[in-house]
C-alpha cells in the first residue's frame, strides 16, 4: 500500500463541543466510504476512534483519533479531536498537522462553550475551516438557527453548501447547493440522487446563487462571469469556493445526521471538492537545526524528506507507536534519518495507515499524508525527523501548558519506583501532563489541563502500570529570607577524651535582592581561619539554610561572609568548622528577622466580556494584583500575579464562574514576602521545632 500524491489527500480535523456527536461523524464518514465494514457506536462501545478502555467507559473522546477514508480518489485523513477542554493538548496536536478543519455543531444546541474556544484558536491559526451542522435528525433540531448563531457567537461568514430537507422525525435527506441536486437516505451509507423536490426548487435556487455569488468573489474571471450574467458550471463553483476557503474568507456549511448516515455522501463530496490539498501549502517553514536560520521544504515527492511527530503512544505488546505527518519528501520503512531536534539517528520501523486501533502497512508514505511508526528509540512528540543530507527543524506543537497541579502518594508501600515510571511514561504520551517530585514539601505533584484530566491520567497508572495513588492537596514550596543585617559567632567545641573538637567562626548574613540568590564571602584575614577550612564553613551555612529557619523552608537570597575565628592546631577540623558555620548562620539569622516568601504565578485569563467584572473581582480576592486587561477578538484578557497558595483548583473554579467560556494559562514569576497574618499561620502549622545541636 502506497501513499496518493499531495493533490489527492485531504487532512481534515474535527473538532466540536463535547457531544456535539464528531465521532460518530467520523465513524459514518469511514462506513459510507468503506474503511470499516460495520458501523459503531460510541454509546456500546464499539466506535472505531474511541477505543481506550477510559474512552468507552465514559463514552467521550479522551485521545485524538486518527483514520483514513478513500473517496473517489481522494485520500481523507480524519483526525477526531476530543471535544471536552481537558483533553486540548490533543486538539491542538490535531490541529497542528492538519490542513483544515471541520467545526461540527449538534443541530438542536448550536454554537457552544467549546465550539467558541476552539473558533477562537482556529482565528489565531488562519485555519481554513467548514461547519458541519450535526443530528439534524434530533429533536428541535434548527440548521438556519446554528447559521444566525455562527455570525452572531463566532463572527463567521457561513456559505450554505449542503441544506437539510426536513428536520428531525421528517428529515429525509439534503440537498447538494453546488449540483443542484437532492441526495434522498436510500440505508444506511447510502443515498439516491434525484431532482431537488419542487417544493424546494425556489428556495434552493435562491440560496444557490447566493453561493454563487460567493464563490465569484475569490476569482476575478468568476466575478465577471457571474456579473455578465454568465451560468458558473459547478466546476467553477468549486473552483471559486476553494480559493475562499483556503485563504479562510469562506466557510462552507454542511447539513448531516451521522447515526443515519444522511448528509455524510455530499459532506465528504464537499471536502474532496473544495478544501485545501498539502499541495496547496506553498513552502513548509522550519529552521536549521542549531539556528534560527529560515529553512523551506516545498510539500513535493521530489524534495528532501521532512516530518513531524505530533503525537506518541504506548501499547501493550507493541511498544511505543509514534504518529507523524511528512511535510515533504518520502519515507520507507527500513530508513535511516535524523532527529534533527536531538541530533540523533533514528531508523524508521514498520509503517502503518491508521484506522482507530486497526493498522494497514505501508510501503511508502508520501509528502503531505499522515501515519504511524513502531519503535522509534530516541524520538518524542514534538521532534522533526528529516533527510541526514538536508535537516531543518520545524515548528512542534504548540502545547498548552498544565493549570491544575495536585499531590499524589501511593496507596501502598512498594510501588513508589513503579509510579514514577508510569508517570513519566504518561508525560512521554502526552506533553500537557507534567509530574515532578518536589523535595523541599516531599511530594510528588502531577499537573494538567483540568480536574478530568487528572482523573483520566490516574486511570491511566493504574490500567497500564496496576499502580494505584491517592490524591492530596499540593503542599505551597514556600521559601524563608532575611531582611537585616546581622552577625554572629558560630562556636563548636567538644571533648571527649583523646583528640577533641574545635572551630570558631564569626558570620555576617546580609539580604540581597530577591531571586539574587545565595553568595558566600570569604573575609577572613590574618590566618584567623586556616583557607582550608573556609569551605567547610561554607557547607555548614549551606546545611543550615536548607533546614529553614522558622517554618522549616531553605533560606534564599543571603550573603554570608565569614569574617574571623578561631582554630586549634589539634583539634579543628573541617566537621568542626562546618558545625561552626551552621550554629553562626543560626545565631545571625535569628536576629536578621527571617520572613516567609511564596511563589507568585503570572496568570493570563481569557473570557468574554459579560464576565470581566466577576473574574477581576475574583483575582483580587485571591490576593492578586491586575497587571492589565485588554482585548482580543470578541475576548477580554486579564492579566494579573497570584501568589500560587490561592490558585489551587482555579481553573475549576473559573469555568464555574463563567459557564465553562473562561480559560487560563500560568508560569511561575517569582517569590515575594507573604503578609503577616499568612506567615503566622504557616509557621504555626509548620510545627518547626527549636532545633538543637
Known amino acids: 500500500m502506497k501513499s496518493p500524491s499531495p493533490d489527492k489527500i485531504r487532512n481534515v480535523a474535527l473538532v466540536a463541543h463535547g457531544g456535539a456527536g464528531k465521532t460518530m461523524l467520523a465513524e459514518a464518514m469511514l462506513f459510507t466510504g468503506g474503511s470499516v465494514a460495520r ?22 473522546s479522551i485521545n485524538l483519533g486518527i483514520a483514513y477514508v478513500n473517496w473517489n480518489g481522494t485520500k481523507i485523513n480524519v483526525l477526531d479531536c476530543p471535544g471536552y477542554a481537558d483533553f486540548y493538548g490533543d486538539v491542538r496536536a490535531g490541529l497542528r498537522v492538519a490542513d483544515s478543519a471541520i467545526m461540527v455543531l449538534a443541530a438542536p444546541s448550536g454554537v457552544e462553550v467549546g465550539t467558541e474556544l476552539v473558533w477562537q484558536f482556529l482565528d489565531q491559526m488562519g485555519l481554513p475551516r467548514m461547519i458541519c451542522v450535526n443530528k439534524m435528525d434530533k429533536e428541535h433540531a434548527d440548521y438556519r438557527k446554528c447559521l444566525d448563531q455562527c455570525v452572531e457567537l463566532l463572527g463567521a461568514r457561513p456559505a450554505p453548501v449542503v441544506i437539510p430537507m ?18 434522498i437516505a436510500d440505508g444506511p451509507g447510502k443515498h439516491k440522487k434525484v431532482d431537488v423536490p419542487a417544493d424546494m426548487a425556489d428556495e434552493v435556487a435562491e440560496l444557490r446563487n447566493q453561493l454563487i455569488e460567493v464563490a465569484a468573489e475569490s476569482d476575478e474571471a468568476l466575478m465577471e462571469k457571474f456579473f455578465g450574467d454568465e451560468a458558473l ?10 480559493a475562499g476557503v483556503a485563504a479562510a474568507t469562506i466557510v462552507p456549511v454542511v447539513a448531516t445526521a451521522a447515526d443515519s448516515t444522511v448528509g455524510v455522501e455530499p459532506l465528504m463530496n464537499t471536502i474532496a471538492d473544495i478544501m485545501p490539498s498539502p499541495a496547496d501549502i506553498l513552502e513548509v517553514m522550519g529552521k536549521k537545526p542549531g539556528s534560527e536560520d529560515e529553512a523551506k521544504r516545498a510539500p513535493t515527492l521530489d524534495a528532501p524528506f521532512s516530518a513531524l511527530i505530533f503525537k506518541t503512544v504506548a501499547e501493550q505488546h507493541v511498544g ?23 541530533d540523533e539517528s533514528e531508523r524508521m520501523g514498520q509503517i502503518h495507515a491508521l484506522i482507530g486501533r486497526e493498522r494497514k502497512e505501508l510501503e511508502v508514505v508520501t509528502a503531505g499524508d499522515i501515519a504511524g511508526v513502531v519503535k522509534l528509540k530516541k524520538t518524542s512528540t514534538g521532534d522533526t525527523l528529516c533527510a541526514k543530507s538536508n535537516p531543518i527543524v520545524l515548528p512542534p506543537v504548540d502545547f498548552p501548558k498544565p493549570v491544575l497541579a495536585v499531590a499524589v502518594a501511593a496507596k501502598s508501600k512498594g510501588d513508589e519506583e513503579k509510579i514514577n515510571a508510569g508517570l513519566l511514561k504518561l508525560h512521554e504520551e502526552d506533553p500537557t501532563f507534567g509530574m515532578a517530585y518536589d523535595p523541599v514539601i516531599r511530594q510528588t505533584i502531577v499537573s494538567g489541563l483540568g480536574d478530568l484530566h487528572l482523573d483520566v491520567m490516574i486511570e491511566k497508572l493504574k490500567d497500564k502500570f496496576g499502580v494505584e495513588v491517592n490524591r492530596e492537596k499540593p503542599r505551597i514550596p514556600f521559601r524563608e529570607t532575611i531582611t537585616s543585617t546581622a552577625k554572629a559567632e558560630g562556636k563548636y567545641k567538644k571533648q571527649t577524651g583523646g583528640r577533641g573538637q574545635f572551630g570558631v567562626a564569626w558570620l555576617r548574613l546580609e539580604p540581597r535582592e530577591r531571586g539574587a540568590g545565595f553568595e558566600f564571602a570569604n573575609e577572613v584575614v590574618g590566618g584567623s581561619i586556616p583557607s582550608k577550612f573556609i569551605p567547610a564553613v561554607q557547607k555548614g551555612v549551606l546545611e543550615r539554610m536548607g533546614r529553614g529557619v522558622i517554618a522549616g523552608y531553605p533560606v534564599v537570597d543571603v ?18 568548622f562546618k558545625m561552626a558555620g551552621s550554629i553562626a548562620f543560626k545565631e545571625a539569622a535569628a536576629e536578621a528577622r527571617v520572613v516567609l516568601l511564596e511563589p507568585v504565578y503570572d496568570i493570563t485569563v481569557v473570557v468574554p466580556d459579560e464576565f470581566l467584572g466577576d473574574v477581576m473581582s475574583d483575582v483580587s480576592s485571591r490576593r492578586g494584583k491586575i497587571r492589565e486587561t485588554g482585548q482580543e477578538g470578541r475576548y477580554q484578557v486579564v492579566k494579573a500575579q497570584v501568589p500560587l497558595a490561592e490558585l489551587y483548583m482555579y481553573s475549576t473554579h473559573l469555568r464555574s464562574i463563567t459557564g465553562g467560556r473562561g480559560y487560563h494559562e500560568q508560569e511561575f514569576s517569582h517569590y515575594e514576602q507573604v503578609p503577616a497574618d499568612v506567615q503566622a499561620k504557616v509557621v504555626a502549622e509548620s510545627g518547626q521545632p527549636a532545633e538543637t545541636e
Open 233 to 242: 458550471s459547478p466546476e467553477e463553483i468549486k473552483r471559486g469556493l476553494r
Open 39 to 60: 458501523m459503531g457506536r460510541v454509546d456500546d462501545g464499539s466506535a472505531s476512534l474511541d477505543y481506550a478502555e477510559n474512552e468507552k467507559r465514559r463514552q467521550i
Open 559 to 576: 550573603l554570608a561572609a565569614v569574617y574571623d575565628g578561631k582554630y586549634h592546631s589539634v583539634d579543628s577540623s573541617e566537621m568542626a
Open 166 to 183: 426536513g428536520a428531525a422525525d421528517g428529515l429525509k435527506g439534503v440537498v447538494d447547493l453546488i449540483e443542484g441536486k437532492a441526495y
Open 320 to 342: 511505543e507507536l509514534s504518529f507523524f505527518r511528512v511535510y515533504s519528501g518520502t519515507v520507507s520503512a527500513g530508513d535511516e534519518v535524523l532527529n534533527s531536534s536531538k
